[in-house]
């Protein structure tokens, strides 16, 4: 079972506060750092210091690791257009040296959108599509070959193609709960599908339809990764559980139903019945990221227990 670090700097985190974050996740041995793509706090609280770039931030996070993935959950279609999402995405791809993933989804968050002036457009996920298409279709061009679209939302027309990312193929995520078209496209596009915070038994429910619809289009079920999101609160004891949970602003019992709480071993127990479901990945969220010390204790009591 993989482990990575997933962040929501959009709660309130720097650029420096994610940095410190980066590097713990891979001084610890995690298997990746990922973030979310917001420009606005979500609830209640202190809105500083104010959003980050999903990838600015991954350009320099490039350069000050050398062996984590990095990646986002998810980029959101409506924030770029697909053609420069596919060259930031290859450049931060080449300034890592072949270690960068790209998360995309359709955009759902409309308040941050209005506060900062971004168009939300009604066909969301029909704009997602097209941005798949687009995006792998530029990566898959040949060298010296050009690229040409002609969609409802986007169009181009003899582009280059350039510049290609280091890796021979940059793993593309799709997640979500829908029960149709999510799986209908995931099927298509993604190298690993994701849903978030869902119980064991929705997960294994949107597993199966991926599993179903990744056939019908022709592909190896076992051709896909499939991943969970889970809040985490670990604690050595039920006073460290609770004292987490509180900084977070959560109740220990909800997080124990909806996510990853309590004891390294009530953790570690949890992840096991994820696994059962076929998940091979989860991205541990991770809300308080002054506490670097939760890092470790993750990293020491639980991850040691599933290698």
């Known amino acids: ?33 990922f973030r979310s793509d917001h420009y606005l706090r979500m609830g209640d609280g202190d809105p500083m210091p104010g959003p980050t770039d999903a990838w600015t931030t991954l350009a320099g996070l490039a350069r000050e690791t050398s062996r984590i ?42 308040a941050e959108h209005t506060a900062y002036g971004i168009p939300f457009p009604k066909e969301k996920f029909a704009r997602l599509e097209e941005q798949l298409e687009i995006i ?41 709960h829908g029960a149709k078209r999510t799986p209908a496209l995931a099927a298509r596009f993604a190298d690993e599908f994701n849903i978030p915070f869902a119980s064991v038994e929705d997960t294994r429910r949107q597993f199966d339809r991926v599993r179903e619809a990744a056939e019908q289009h022709g592909r ?13 609160c670990v604690g050595r004891n039920d006073a ?42 989860i ?10 010390d939760h890092l470790e204790l993750i990293s020491s009591q639980v991850q040691s227990r599933l290698s």
């Open 220 to 232: 190896s079920a076992d051709d896909l990764v499939y991943s969970n999101a889970l809040v985490v």
């Open 69 to 110: 993935r990095l990646g986002t959950l998810m980029t959101s279609a409506t924030f770029r257009l697909p053609g420069i999402l596919a060259v930031q995405v290859a450049q931060v791809d080449a300034m890592s040296g072949g270690r960068v993933e790209l998360g995309l989804g359709a955009g759902w968050f409309e």
């Open 136 to 176: 792998t279709g530029l990566w898959e061009t040949e060298p010296g070959k050009t690229f040409s679209y002609e969609g409802t939302h986007y169009r181009l027309a003899d582009s280059p193609a350039l510049p290609k990312p280091v890796q021979e193929k940059v793993p593309v995520l799709i997640g979500g």
């Open 1 to 33: 079972m993989d482990l990575r670090i997933f962040t929501e700097p959009q709660q309130g985190a720097s650029y420096d506060t994610l940095l410190k974050v980066a590097k713990a996740t891979e001084d610890l041995g995690f298997d990746a750092f």
């Open 283 to 292: 991205y541990l969220q991770i809300l308080d990221l002054s506490d670097l």
């Open 240 to 281: 460290e559980v609770a004292r987490r949970a509180a900084a977070i602003g959560r109740e220990v019992e909800e997080l124990k139903e909806n996510g990853l709480a309590g004891s390294p071993a009530e953790v570690v127990d949890k992840i096991g019945r994820y696994a059962e479901t076929g998940s091979s990945r």
